[in-house]
């Protein structure tokens, strides 16, 4: 039988960026709160003997037990879902801080076209531009009203950065500078230019500098190791819920972190909302925690299966389009080409995010009328630091991945070959989207979230599009060989694509279309928030954490207006 605890005003379910931010931002205001994180608590001293690829990269140290929960994917509705056995289309993180240790630092702010991608595209290219397939909608928010977080995560975060050319101009500068200009990152800047693009340097939570916080909290300066994706940085460098925003919270005695502590139901009595139901994960004891205010801040998958598990709000029906929990799920799809360089460079050094981009083909910075899709992607070189294992490009001529051609070129390619890529739009098509799995159930019992996701033809004509750009950027560094990746016929969850996924929990301004209004309050249930990935009703051309960032920091000061007001933030 569960035992029930104190009651709490706030409880947060997930410590990455978002509820760490919560958290911070309640414990500060003097409110009394939870945060349940179901790993374990790790600091940045956990990450000294770190720099281990087989451990972290192939064995996914980090992430979520998939033995334990997992997801089960298909293609479509005619098919049955199988579970994922290996992370492959995204990473799930778990432990304290969560995707926000293993990221790679991009930090970009979504551009104002996409919180307003409906009425816009309608405006200048007709509401038949797309089918009615793809569900486009606005946020319910503008960029102009998210501004001042964006600014207030950036200063938490410390990015550093330089104005993008293409994007709307900056009220204030990037709080530090931007990153080295390494070899290759200058050839590549002189590729775009020779392009006819115009290239900057790409924002990074990966620190050009030693860095406070408004909050003192310190961000040592990046050492370019080349050990940012999948690995918490042992330097205190990247920036990361354990250096910038958890410490905060711990300084007040007014909020308490309870680790190993799974969330796997939210609480209704009557109808209300009252608290949540946990597991711990240790001695599998089941508690009931009661609180004023039920913050939900996991990974995109569990959002959604929160939601569905505890039946809050609608599920969405693919055949009717009624509903909204669950709807609008999008990946990034990344277009990519590789060059093969007579010129050596060191690409061991390197950080998650020290790079260099162009936007001229992102969001509508570029005319769409005779192209058959929209928006588009941001195009980037980043020298994140190669890695033995798993990082071996050879040319499409090399026919097979083993033996000895392929050792002699792949050693040969090592220091001479790069990529580029783009975070490419992805839009939200009617039969993709989030369930409960009929058949499959969790540690716990519960059913799976299943996933029902294919590549549409939008995808396939931005794809063809952005890759058309890629390889002419890349033709500028005069490559002997170039590889550019294929958009299969179907979405496989292997190989990795990326971990940006979205949807499920999409807000927006009309209850019948969203889950969430504009400061992530629970349209049904006045005292929930949800708050991450899965609030975006459509995945746009840039990494999604500034924005998840941003959107944490209104739904914070939303949820202490709640507390001392209670009722809805904004009238349906």
């Keep these: 039988m569960a035992q029930t605890l104190k009651k709490r005003e706030v409880v947060v379910v997930g410590l990455g960026w978002a509820g760490s931010i919560v958290a911070a931002e309640m414990a500060k205001a003097g409110k009394d709160v939870l945060g349940l994180e179901r790993g374990a608590e790790k600091k940045t001293e956990d990450y000294l003997l770190a720099h281990d690829e087989y451990r972290y990269v192939v064995g996914h140290e980090m992430m979520q037990d998939l033995s334990r929960e997992t997801i089960t994917y298909r293609n479509n509705l005619d098919e049955e879902a199988l579970p994922m056995r290996r992370f492959g289309a995204f990473l799930i993180g778990t432990d304290v801080g969560g995707g926000g240790v293993h990221w790679n630092g991009d930090t970009w702010r979504y551009n104002p076209y996409d919180f307003e991608i409906k009425s816009r595209t309608d405006e200048k290219y007709g509401e038949d531009k797309l089918s009615d397939d793809y569900l486009i909608q606005d946020w319910g928010i503008t960029y102009e009203e998210l501004e001042p977080y964006y600014e207030k995560y950036e200063l938490t975060a410390g990015v550093s950065g330089e104005q993008n050319p293409m994007g709307p101009e900056r009220k204030m500068p990037y709080p530090t500078p931007p990153m080295k200009m390494t070899p290759l990152l200058s050839d590549f800047k002189a590729a775009c230019e020779a392009a006819g693009a115009t290239p900057f340097r790409t924002p990074a939570g990966n620190m050009s500098e030693s860095y406070t916080n408004p909050d003192g909290m310190t961000i040592n300066a990046c050492q370019y190791c080349g050990f940012c994706e999948k690995f918490g940085c042992e330097w205190g460098a990247k920036s990361s819920p354990i250096v910038a925003t958890i410490p905060v919270a711990k300084q007040h005695d007014n909020f308490e972190m309870r680790t190993h502590a799974n969330v796997v139901d939210i609480v209704k009595e009557d109808g209300e909302v009252t608290g949540v139901r946990f597991i711990d994960t240790r001695t599998h004891e089941e508690f009931i925690q009661p609180a004023d205010v039920v913050v939900i801040t ?33 990946l990034h799809i990344t277009p990519s080409v590789t060059g093969f360089f007579d010129t050596e460079y060191n690409l061991s050094m390197g950080a998650g995010a020290l790079g260099v981009t162009v936007d001229d083909y992102n969001n509508d910075n570029f005319d769409h009328s005779d192209l058959d899709f929209i928006h588009g992607g941001s195009i980037s070189m980043k020298q994140q630091g190669k890695r033995p294992i798993l990082e071996n490009d050879v040319p499409d001529t090399v026919e097979k991945n083993w033996g000895a051609e392929f050792k002699a070129e792949s050693v040969k390619a090592y220091n001479r070959s790069a990529g580029a890529w783009a975070q490419m739009i992805t839009l939200p098509h009617r039969t993709n989207y989030l369930s409960l799995d009929p058949t499959y159930k969790d540690d716990y019992g519960r059913p799976l979230l299943r996933v029902t996701y294919d590549v549409t033809d939008h995808d396939r004509s931005a794809h063809s599009y952005i890759g058309d750009r890629i390889e002419e950027i890349i033709d500028q560094m005069n490559p002997v060989a170039k590889n550019r990746s294929v958009l299969d016929e179907h979405f496989d969850i292997l190989p990795a694509h990326n971990d940006h996924i979205v949807g499920g929990t999409i807000m927006g301004a009309d209850p019948e279309t969203s889950v969430v209004n504009n400061y992530l309050q629970m349209w049904d249930q006045d005292n929930v928030f949800v708050i991450g990935g899965s609030n975006f009703p459509h995945n746009g051309g840039y990494n999604p954490t500034g924005t998840v960032g941003a959107l944490a920091y209104r739904a914070a000061e939303g949820i202490e207006k709640y507390l001392d007001d209670n009722g809805p933030l904004v009238e349906s």
């Design 298 to 330: 996991s990974h995109t998958t569990n959002n959604t299966k929160l939601l569905l598990h505890s039946d809050l709000g609608t599920p969405y029906d693919p055949e009717t389009g009624e509903g909204a929990v669950g709807k609008n799920y999008c």
